[in-house]
């Protein structure tokens, strides 16, 4: 996948930094190329990628290490606007199926965790 190793370690960032930030992820409207949809404008609760950057301690040049960002300053300006594009949407798609993958391993883990016997009963005499 593009950038996995980069998402994967943004995806621990948000954990740490932004506990529940899956609950306002909407991977419907999610669009990394967008500063009011991507995942750090979902994660932060704003709709806004700088509150969203100030929320989890980094610059904009240190969000490209987790894939938080397509491209940064004159790199985006030397790629040109459809390698942007496509990153965007590539980096897009990256973050939809690891946030998926990893908030369905949790489902799991918490459904494997619950007990597999009812619980027994206490007998009371009268």
Known sequence: MYREEQV???????????????????????????????????????HNYVVGLLLVGLTAREALDYGFAAGYGVELLLAGHSTWVYESAELTRTWIILEREVRFAKISSDLLSLPTQPPARELVLV
């Not at 992820?25 to 932060?44: E, H, K, N």
């Open 8 to 46: 994967r370690q943004g995806i621990a960032l948000l954990d740490a930094k932004l506990p529940g930030w899956h609950e306002t992820f909407d991977p419907s409207t999610l669009d990394i190329g967008r500063m009011d949809s991507c995942v750090l404008a979902q994660a932060s609760g704003s």
